[in-house]
């Protein structure tokens, strides 16, 4: 029993990175310093993708699996096994691979764009009033 909560709850900490990984970057429009968070965490996702390396969640998942007298994941890994074919169809890795990417390019360029933007505000002086007028409302 404790062995299968382990399982689900890594898997659930599993599926909270993912998003993570694809919507971070939009996060840190509001919360900048996240993107201090975001940024390693999109290079361990994207690495674990082009290297095929085992990620520690699933390794620790499939133990935890299989202490519960559960089965292991399957070699490919959580995305595959619980994304890929459930959320999208297996040929769709490609595109939903591609969207990710630029899911995050935008969000990294939305980043830096309201930085520049807010780091020029403050440096603008503000305009004085002419004397005798009275501002807009």
């Known amino acids: 029993m404790v062995y299968h909560a382990l399982a689900l709850t890594v898997a659930i900490v599993h599926l909270l990175f993912v998003a993570y990984v694809v919507v971070g970057g939009f996060l840190a429009w509001r919360v900048p310093w996240t993107i201090v968070i975001h940024v390693p965490a999109v290079l361990w996702g994207f690495g674990g993708v082009i290297f095929g390396y085992e990620c520690p969640l699933t390794h620790l998942e499939s133990w935890a699996r299989e202490k519960a007298g559960e089965s292991r994941l ?45 780091r020029r505000r403050r440096s603008t002086p503000p305009r004085p009033l002419v004397s005798g007028t009275t501002p807009e409302l």
């Open 74 to 118: 399957p070699q490919s890994g959580f995305i595959d096994h619980y994304l890929t074919g459930v959320l999208y169809p297996e040929d769709a890795l490609g595109l939903v691979r591609s969207l990710v990417a630029a899911a995050v390019i935008a969000s990294w360029i939305g980043f830096v764009a309201l930085l520049v933007s807010r």
